[in-house]
């Protein structure tokens, strides 16, 4: 929900796409809404019966959810690619377990960001040929 808002209130976040470039965003979005309100029916479902070995830490969810709502500002100041690369990079850092070498955690956190990035800049960019934003610095 929080996406579609900022998808009618930002003009700027909005390239003009047509043809085969449509397809795959308008795709994702009716993708992601069905996904979300199946997850939101089968959360209320199952709430009572549901017993979750290792419950969810309410400061790293609230930080997850903090830098989600960061992300997309921060899209329209760095560039689609640097934000992508950030944000992964962070959140993968927050998620890995907390056990583990730190090291460990930084450099698996930093392959996976950009990795992530290659990939999505090969798909969207090179396959598909969508824009994505510049950002307002480059």
């Known amino acids: 929900i929080y996406t579609l808002s900022l998808h ?4 700027i976040y909005q390239p003009e796409l047509d043809g085969m470039s449509l397809i795959f965003p308008r795709g994702l979005i009716i ?5 979300g309100v199946y997850l939101l029916i089968k959360s209320f479902r199952n709430r ?11 400061s790293r969810v609230i930080t997850i ?3 989600s709502v960061l992300y997309v500002p921060l899209i329209i100041f760095l560039g689609f ?8 990079f962070a959140t993968a850092t927050i998620l890995a377990d907390s056990g583990g070498n730190w090291r460990r955690r930084i450099m698996t956190s930093a392959l996976f960001s950009g990795v992530m990035c290659v990939s999505i800049w ?12 510049a950002g307002i610095f480059l």
Not at 81 to 88: I, M, Q
């Open 81 to 88: 690619y640097p934000a992508t690369a950030v944000f992964l």
């Open 122 to 133: 090969l798909v969207f960019a090179k396959l598909l040929t969508v824009p994505t934003p």
């Open 48 to 58: 009572a019966s549901h017993t979750d070995p290792e419950p969810a830490s309410p």
């Open 31 to 35: 993708f992601l809404i069905c996904g």
């Open 65 to 67: 959810a903090t830098s």
């Open 8 to 11: 009618d209130a930002l003009p």
